[in-house]
């Protein structure tokens, strides 16, 4: 894997596709009309919605430029070995301590959504679970101390 490969599954491909239409297409436009706006309203060196829409801008345009890059060196998980914890694999955990049940879906970073239980597999939790199998017991450091889990299941994309 090269240090610019961005590992990601097809549905998070798609939607940084998605992102990336809506930023060119309906962003610029309303920015655009912004910029106008406010240039309209002349002195633009003390014109605030002129400065705000500059900065709006320039944010927009970064993004653009990190998905695109993004977008460009992606790898996409299409099919995996339920075998083994890999990117792509929604996994299913028992906490030792609390004998909670929880699913995870592990995921390139740029697709990572704790509150949706899809996280990366650079996060603590992804590293300690990647190429691990069902049965095995996962130790993870956490701000409270070490967290145990147990694998209870590997299931595929989808």
């Known amino acids: 894997m090269s240090k610019d490969e961005v590992i990601m599954t097809r549905e998070g491909y798609a939607q940084l596709e998605r ?3 809506e930023l060119t297409t309906v962003k610029r436009r309303e920015l655009a009309e912004r910029l106008k706006t406010a ?3 002349g002195d633009l060196k003390e014109n605030s919605e002129y400065h705000s829409a500059k900065n709006d801008q320039s944010f927009m345009e970064t993004r653009v430029l990190t998905i695109e890059r993004m977008l460009k ?3 996409i998980v299409d ?3 339920n075998s083994v914890v890999q990117v792509g694999s929604v996994v299913i955990l028992n906490d ?3 004998d909670e049940w929880i699913e995870y879906r592990i995921v390139g970073p740029a697709e990572a959504d ?3 239980n899809r996280i990366s597999y650079e996060s603590p939790l992804g590293v300690a679970l990647m190429g691990k199998s069902v049965g095995d017991k996962i130790s993870v450091d ?4 070490q967290i145990e889990y147990e694998l209870l299941e ?3 994309l989808g």
């Not at 956490?142 to 101390?145: E, L, R």
């Open 19 to 21: 992102e990336l239409e």
């Open 39 to 41: 240039i309209s309203y």
């Open 73 to 75: 060196n992606a790898r």
């Open 79 to 81: 099919s995996i070995d």
């Open 96 to 98: 030792v301590e609390f």
């Open 114 to 116: 704790v509150s949706e």
């Open 142 to 145: 956490a701000p409270m101390g």
């Open 154 to 156: 590997i299931k595929g």
